[in-house]
């Protein structure tokens, strides 16, 4: 039990000296580390600058560069295509634009009267209604009229006969035997 107690004696020992240690360089790193402190702050604090001007150096030449290279290209072929294309197309007022849109919106339902005319005179014609739309065919060519149905609603196909492949797969598969294996393979 002795024992005990005089290790718990020296941990407690070398805890209080060690303590007292830390308190000691403490006090001294606070009185001469601040001026070291100080010097370190200020030496970041330059090599920060320093490095800041660099970058800043650096990008003003590559700015410097790509604005020089965007000139030359601009000197060399932007100019030229900009003036080609503002000759090409001349500037309208908007009284020249609306009168534009007018004259196409009357081409329109001209063309669309133009349509209705041909197709009343094509109905007359063939003495019957079509089929609601321009074919400009004559009436004999019966092939035409046929391909044009065709192409409108479509193939109608039915089979004039019907097979049952599934019940022909399973006969098929029924004719057919095994050879027989020999019984020294298997």
Do not use: C, H
């Amino acid at each position: 039990m002795e024992t005990f107690w005089g290790i718990i004696v020296v941990i407690i020992a070398v805890a209080v000296s060690v303590s007292q240690n830390k308190k000691k360089t403490r006090g001294v790193g606070k009185r001469e580390g601040a001026g070291v402190a100080q010097k370190r702050i200020q030496s970041a604090s330059d090599s920060m600058q320093q490095n800041t001007a660099a970058r800043q150096q650096a990008f003003d030449q590559l700015g410097q560069k790509q604005r020089e290279l965007k000139q030359r290209l601009m000197q060399k072929y932007g100019r030229r295509d900009e003036a080609a294309k503002r000759a090409q197309q001349p500037r309208r007022t908007s009284e020249e634009q609306e009168y534009d849109i007018l004259d196409r919106a009357e081409a329109n339902v001209n063309e669309i009267q133009t349509d209705a005319a041909k197709r009343s005179l094509f109905e007359a014609q063939s003495g019957g209604a079509s089929a609601g739309f321009d074919t400009g065919w004559e009436d004999g060519d019966i092939l035409m009229r046929e391909v044009e149905n065709l192409m409108i609603t479509g193939y109608q196909y039915s089979l004039s006969y019907e097979r049952d492949f599934v019940g022909e797969g399973i006969e098929m598969l029924n004719r057919m035997e095994m050879p027989e294996v020999p019984e020294y393979i298997a």
